[in-house]
């Protein structure tokens, strides 16, 4: 199965690409991966312990890198914008919902921190990019791609983010850059620990 990075290098066609265009192309290569997962596969890679590839997941792991749809149905009233397609690392999962750090909330360039933390078997994250997340709300019938080690410094500089505001019932874009200037001069309040992975 092809992952959502080598499905968005062939789309990319060696071509310069604009934000708009790796947003839209995110998302295709998300749902266009997470279509290529059949039942059958997933339920193998539930039950065996992989690091070196992209997988599909029915859940998420703790400790793992992992992107998803997401709509935010019961806070998207309250919250200023919210990320319909999170970078996240899961942090603690509980029944109905889990914790995870979104690295689409900081700047590329403040995420690699992270990155480098975690290869090292530590979590070194902004404390503000933590949220929770409802399992309910997680789209395309609850599937996770889970990010290989290998994939994760090209996951970390693709602007797949996609933020929306609510107004009513539409959801419009909301620009990265505001996020990132908003969470950016945050991050030096951090969450520190030992990365666990199950």
Excluded: C
């Excluded at 309910?136 to 290998?150: M, Q």
């Amino acid at each position: 199965m092809e992952s959502v990075f080598e499905k968005l290098e062939k789309a990319q066609a060696g071509e310069d690409r604009s934000p708009a265009w790796w947003r839209q192309a995110g998302k295709v290569a998300m749902r266009s991966a997470l279509a290529d997962g059949a039942k059958d596969a997933i339920i193998t890679n539930e039950t065996v312990n992989r690091d070196d590839d992209n997988e599909v997941s029915f859940y998420p792991k703790r400790g793992k890198l992992m992107m998803f749809e997401y709509n935010a149905r019961v806070s998207k009233q309250v919250l200023p914008y919210y990320d319909q397609l999170p970078l996240t690392l899961v942090l603690e999962v509980k029944t109905d919902h889990f914790w995870g750090a979104n690295l689409h909330y900081i700047s590329p360039k403040k995420r690699l921190k992270t990155i480098e933390a975690l290869l090292k078997g530590k979590i070194d994250i902004p404390r503000k990019i933590i949220h929770k997340y409802l399992k309910r709300d997680v789209k395309n019938g609850g599937l996770f791609v889970d990010i290989a080690e290998s994939d994760w410094d090209s996951a970390i500089y693709l602007p797949t983010e996609q933020f929306v505001a609510a107004v009513g019932k539409i959801e419009i874009p909301y620009q990265s850059k505001k996020v990132w200037n908003h969470y950016d001069p945050l991050t030096k309040y951090r969450f520190k620990a030992k990365r666990k992975v199950n």
